[in-house]
């Protein structure tokens, strides 16, 4: 691969790594915007957990036209593809995604036990899962053929996608 379509990639895997994570965001902020009073940080928290859901299976989508992709993946055309050559499945897509889901998951649980405020020092609880976002970002920008953990975790690359 060049490195002209490495960059290009590259450039569509943070677009939709950004497209994904709004996915996420909505199932979280529209119902919490449409609650009022102190149930809305636990509508918010489960909101949360259900952009985590996504985001852990994203990429075992089986509709065959997707080509097991997650939705941002398949509107910029890229998509995961094993090492080992296997398709992909829900379980690959889990040990894939497990560090980005546990990004929304972790603060879902603060949410959903300590309501609209959160828990004390949920701030600080937070702050690992935010370290690790920035690390498999850095990782995609820096490495050479743009792995980060998640990839290295279950053999697989971001390429383009081969209809």
């Known amino acids: 691969m060049t490195s002209t379509v490495q960059h290009t990639v590259r450039l569509r895997r943070f677009a939709a790594a950004f497209l994904d994570l709004a996915i ?18 636990r509508v918010f928290g489960i909101g949360l957990l259900v952009g985590a859901l996504y985001l852990l299976f994203r990429d075992g989508i089986p509709y065959a036209e997707w080509g097991a992709r997650s939705l941002a993946k398949r509107w910029l055309g890229i998509r995961p593809y094993p090492v080992s050559g296997e398709s992909m499945s829900w379980m690959l897509s889990v040990r894939r995604n497990l560090t980005i889901a546990a990004s929304f998951a972790i603060p879902a649980f603060i ?18 899962t935010v370290v690790l976002v920035i690390a498999e970002a850095a990782l995609v920008a820096i490495d050479p053929i743009g792995r980060r953990i998640g990839d290295r975790v279950a053999h697989t690359r971001i390429l383009e996608a081969r209809h």
Do not use: C, N, R
């Open 24 to 41: 996420a965001m909505t199932f979280a902020l529209v119902p919490a915007a449409l609650t009022q009073g102190p149930s809305q940080g």
């Open 111 to 128: 949410y959903l036990i300590g309501g609209h405020k959160g828990i004390p020092f949920g701030d600080w609880v937070i702050l690992p």
